[in-house]
């Protein structure tokens, strides 16, 4: 039986109610007013989602940098004489 209610567990942390949904709205909404600026729209912007998995966003950026890395030293070597 306790194997049972370990699996409910698991089920309810993934879970996410509409009323924590509303919850997290407000708490933005509510950072949202401490920063907005007056050309800034009422509403916050939500959240953009990103459906790529975490190690596919953190290669992306270090493609980047590496790519800028690069870049940076390539410019540097074409001018030394």
């Not at 306790?2 to 909404?29: H, M, P, T, W, Y």
């Amino acid at each position: 039986m306790d194997g049972g209610d370990d699996g409910n567990l698991i089920i309810k942390k993934r879970f996410v109610s509409e009323a924590e949904l509303d919850e997290r709205r407000k708490r933005r909404q509510e950072e949202w007013e401490k920063v907005r600026k007056p050309e800034d729209p009422e509403e916050c912007p939500e959240e953009v989602y990103d459906p790529r998995s975490l190690y596919e966003r953190l290669q992306e950026q270090k493609d980047r940098k590496q790519q800028e890395y690069e870049e940076q030293f390539k410019f540097k070597n074409m001018f030394d004489p």
